[in-house]
């Protein structure tokens, strides 16, 4: 997997290189939180069931923003906040109206995407022109849900001139989820690491020959799962930290002597 | 032709046909040879296995270069197609078919990132 994400990495950089890129990689890639992945701010979001907030645009597919859960003016995409969004599919049909074009975007994950897109009759420099079924299109916008209905509402629809930007948008879409939803696997990591500390800081101050059972560790370790303590045991003892003695539920410190 | 556009239909290449069997999908492939009814033509993939697309009415015009076919999969691994689309490379730069084969390995290797089904909203 590690190979995959840099695959992805890559190609996004050789598209990024070659001019034919979305604003999304030129804004600056995605960020979840200052700090990045081992600050303190992090894991604090993570005690807190944490939600990743998307700063910039979030490239999606139109199953993800009919599938996103909404909480007042808020969606989200697994753990992923979205609300400026890029689309890419094909349109199927246009409405136009006085005030705004509609058209039907159909990205291949799902029925096709409503875009609505405001006309702005007062500039005559800006391009109303409807684009015709059968244009693949660009849609940057924000996710509406207006009495249950899912929109995009667009402050860009632009038709695709280089095709590799369907490509180049599905790599996208899996890069930013990945990337985005990144936090809460490492924050478990971390959660874990902790807990290991822990077990391994009881299992070193016990004074007892024998050391100290699983038993104890739990019943010191109430927060603690009995299945995480015996992870931690196994890890440290394969890590050559702790030994065991009297029996397999009795563990003591190989770093006693510090 | 709105049942099939309504419903997802997962990219995929030759090598995942057997998999999609009477589903709906999305091909996107060359144009190899054109048979002379105009009926079928076949189309390569980025891995350059060819694969058969079906058609209701004969091609109306000479069809060539990279096509997005829209169709059920047959019970031979034949695209019936409902609907096509060519993907003009005529604005500069030529359309990467092998590149794009990597882009739908990754999205189904990666289905909880890409998924191919609206589900239930939260």
Redesign the interface.
């Known amino acids: 997997m590690p190979n995959?994400w840099l695959?992805?990495s890559a190609?996004s950089c050789v598209f990024a290189c070659s001019g034919?890129y979305s604003e999304t990689v030129m804004a600056g890639g995605y960020t979840q939180s200052p700090g990045g992945f081992a600050s303190p701010s992090l894991s604090q979001g993570g005690e807190k069931k944490g939600r990743t907030r998307a700063s910039q645009i979030v490239p999606c597919?139109v199953?993800?923003l009919?599938?996103?859960?909404?909480a007042d003016e808020a969606f989200?995409v697994?753990e992923v906040e979205v609300s400026q969004v890029t689309i890419v599919g094909?349109i199927?049909s246009t409405d136009k109206s006085m005030t705004n074009i509609q058209y039907k975007v159909?990205d291949?994950?799902?029925?096709?995407m409503d875009v609505k897109q405001w006309v702005d009759t007062e500039d005559p420099s800006v391009d109303n022109t409807v684009l015709p079924p059968?244009t693949?299109v660009k849609v940057s916008g924000n996710l509406r849900s207006f009495q249950n209905h899912r929109s995009v509402v667009a402050f860009s629809v632009r038709p695709l001139?280089?095709?590799?930007e369907?490509?180049s948008h599905?790599?996208e879409?899996?890069q930013a989820?990945?990337v985005l939803?990144k936090p809460q696997t490492t924050v478990r990591i971390l959660k874990h690491a902790r807990r290991f500390l822990l077990v391994l800081c009881l299992i070193r101050s016990c004074p007892e020959p024998q050391g100290i059972s699983i038993q104890d560790l739990k019943q010191r370790l109430s927060g603690i799962s009995l299945a995480v303590i015996k992870q931690a045991v196994e890890f440290l003892s394969n890590e050559g930290h702790i030994f065991s003695t009297i029996d397999e539920d009795h563990y003591k410190s190989t770093d006693n002597d510090d | 032709m709105a049942g099939i556009?309504?419903?997802?239909?997962?990219?995929i290449n030759c090598s995942m046909l057997s998999q999609h069997i009477n589903r709906a999908v999305?091909f996107v492939g060359r144009v190899e040879k054109v048979h002379p009814t105009g009926k079928t033509f076949s189309v390569s993939d980025g891995e350059g296995n060819n694969a058969t697309v079906e058609l209701n009415e004969p091609l109306e015009e000479e069809l060539s270069g990279?096509v997005?076919v829209?169709g059920m999969v047959s019970n031979k691994g034949a695209i019936m197609a409902t609907t096509y689309?060519v993907?003009?490379?005529d604005?500069?730069?030529p359309?990467?078919l092998e590149?794009?084969n990597?882009?739908?390995k990754?999205?189904h290797?990666?289905p909880?990132?890409?998924?191919?089904?609206?589900?239930?909203?939260?």
């Open positions: 995959k695959v992805i190609v034919g597919t199953s993800q009919m599938s996103a859960s909404q989200r697994g094909i199927r159909d291949m994950t799902g029925a096709p059968g693949y001139e280089d095709m590799n369907i490509t599905m790599l879409v899996v989820h990945m939803s | 556009l309504d419903v997802p239909k997962p990219r999305c990279i997005e829209i689309d993907l003009r490379e604005k500069g730069t359309f990467d590149l794009y990597e882009a739908v990754l999205i290797d990666f909880q990132h890409y998924p191919f089904e609206v589900a239930a909203s939260g």
